[in-house]
């Protein structure tokens, strides 16, 4: 089994893969060139591809492209307007929400996490090393390595947010939410997720609406708005949608522009292609 540092290595391969065949996706480079961009046997390369996404390199690209996501938004805005018309409510089970989510009382976003205990590990995934945060009422926090950041500054993140928690190390104990969010292919998903946020009421909101988008679908900042019955707070989604503390599982990267255009991402742009690609060849579209 690949240890730790050679399975961020190999995350980061896919990352700088993808770069490249986006870079050049006019000339659909060879899988030998790609293999060459990222220093490894073509061989190699296509089995660590496929392994981690389930389909080769250039159908994978397919997914990314700004044609095939105009096609998931009006996808997404069907399934969303089915529901409405059959007069479904957010809570509806056409939604089979994975993820359900409480948020702090008021009195304890006052006093920023005051007497809350977080216990906290640092993983792999099939996004690369992560930070995950749990209390005894659910996931509180989940974040990404980025490429120049280390573990104590990712730490020191977390720590800033509920700055008057109390925090303690439990790999063994994070490790098993890990199993969770990522189980292994032959294991189905066992049980659904909590997750626990602190935010304003206005972020509680959007963030409550992105677990409502499924995975192999996108939506819109403008859609999110109007879900939420505001349809011109869209400059306050966008802040809502980047001030997720809860990455992966509270679904901002399942969030786009309406041209198609993917946009940014607080762990990385490229880790936001990863993650829709990724989950769009698991729902085998």
Request: net charge negative.
């Amino acid at each position: 089994m690949a240890t730790t540092h050679e399975d961020d290595i190999n995350y980061r391969r896919i990352e700088q893969a993808i770069r490249y065949l986006e870079e050049h996706f006019k000339r659909q480079p060879e899988l030998s060139e790609v293999a060459d961009e990222v220093s490894i046997s073509p061989f190699h390369f296509q089995r660590l591809f496929t392994e981690w996404a389930g389909i080769s390199p250039k159908r994978f690209l397919q997914f990314l492209t700004i044609d095939f996501l105009k096609d998931r938004l009006q996808a997404s805005r069907n399934l969303m307007e089915a529901a409405e018309s059959a007069g479904l409510s957010s809570q509806s089970r056409v939604y089979d929400l994975f993820t359900t989510l409480e948020a702090v009382t008021p009195q304890e976003y006052k006093q920023h996490g005051a007497g809350i205990h977080i216990e906290y590990g640092f993983h792999e995934t099939p996004f690369g090393l992560c930070l995950l945060g749990v209390t005894a009422r659910g996931i509180c926090w989940m974040s990404f390595l980025q490429a120049d950041e280390d573990v104590t500054q990712a730490l020191h993140a977390m720590k800033e947010h509920w700055h008057n928690s109390v925090f303690h190390q439990d790999q063994e104990l994070t490790q098993a939410f890990i199993g969770q969010i990522f189980p292994a292919k032959d294991q189905p998903q066992q049980k659904k997720l909590h997750v626990f946020v602190k935010g304003t009421n206005f972020q509680i909101k959007v963030w409550e609406a992105l677990l409502r988008i499924p995975e192999g679908h996108v939506t819109t900042y403008q859609q999110i708005a109007s879900s939420i019955e505001n349809a011109r707070a869209l400059q306050a989604v966008g802040s809502a949608v980047g001030s997720n503390h809860v990455a992966y599982l509270i679904p901002c990267h399942r969030v786009i522009r309406k041209d198609g255009i993917l946009g940014e991402y607080r762990w990385e742009p490229t880790r936001k292609k990863s993650m829709l690609g990724w989950e769009m060849a698991r729902q085998g579209l």
